[in-house]
């Protein structure tokens, strides 16, 4: 079953923006500390940002000043804004949630994001 499913991603310039969404439900996000990754090929899947119930954010140095990940508990549905983009950006991006400590294991589709130089 498909708990998490991610939109938003495309094709853009460097210096572009794209706002990605991540479509959960109560169970899949709820109350739970949210958080995007990244998977560029031959690369290891990163934590870009991720954020708390409440709000509290993080970001991977990388992307500090750039990205912002937000939420709407009301509608089990997280945001990442993706400004200035770069072509290193590229990548697949996911969303997952922090259950009892551990991101889960079960990844959904992700969204693809290129940046042309």
């Known amino acids: 079953q498909v708990q998490l499913v991610e939109s938003g991603g495309g094709l853009v310039q460097a210096g572009g923006s794209l706002r990605l969404s991540c479509a959960g439900s109560?169970?899949?996000?709820?109350?739970?500390?949210m958080g995007w990754f990244r998977r560029a090929p031959g690369k290891q899947r990163e934590l870009v940002a991720s954020?708390?119930?409440?709000?509290?954010?993080s970001y991977v140095d990388s992307v500090k000043g750039r990205f912002t990940i937000s939420r709407d508990n009301a509608k089990n549905t997280v945001y990442l804004q993706l400004n200035s983009l770069r072509p290193e950006d590229t990548a697949v991006y996911y969303c997952?949630?922090?259950?009892?400590?551990?991101?889960?294991?079960?990844w959904g589709q992700g969204t693809q994001v290129t940046v042309s130089s």
């Open positions: 109560r169970t899949s996000v709820g109350f739970n500390t």
């Open positions: 997952n949630a922090r259950v009892g400590g551990l991101w889960r294991s079960s």
């Open positions: 954020i708390t119930y409440a709000g509290s954010t």
